[in-house]
Nanobody, 127 residues
Framework: QVQLVESGGGLEQAGGSLRLSCAAS????????MAWFRQAPGKEREFVAA????????YYKDSVKGRFTISRDNGKNTVYLQMNSLKPEDTAVYYC????????????????????WGQGTQVTVSS
């Protein structure tokens, strides 16, 4: 069982930056693939980024490539999402997710393999 707690959301102007954190409970954090998803009002929850157990491999949604960076600190049981050059369309509730699965990109960018989810943190980007 893994519990995930997100933090770091808030209100930011377009072009600004935010860093989200997700703290995980348990002693086996390094065995989990970690990911960030987001859900805007009236829309489906969508994949943003995922990172392999060691941090060596990461996947990104096309629209955030070059702006967002996912990273992890296995010693602190924490995964991060650094968000730069924010746009109003990045406005959403951001969720942290975890799974012990690592498959192809198509699989890891869907919600299907993720077993554990945080409660979410709101990110609002004003124009």
């Amino acid at each position: 069982q893994v519990q995930l707690v997100e933090s770091g959301g808030g209100l930011e102007q377009a072009g600004g930056s935010l860093r989200l954190s997700c703290a995980a409970s348990g002693r086996t954090f390094s065995t989990y693939t970690m990911a960030w998803f987001r859900q805007a009002p009236g829309k489906e929850r969508e994949f943003v980024a995922a990172i392999y157990r060691s941090g060596a491999i990461a996947y990104y949604k096309d629209s955030v490539k070059g702006r967002f960076t996912i990273s992890r600190d296995n010693g602190k049981n924490t995964v991060y999402l650094q968000m730069n050059s924010l746009k109003p369309e990045d406005t959403a509730v951001y969720y942290c997710a975890a799974t012990q699965v690592w498959r192809d990109m198509g699989t890891m960018t869907s919600r299907r393999p993720y077993d554990y989810w945080g409660q979410g943190t709101q990110v609002t980007v004003s124009s």
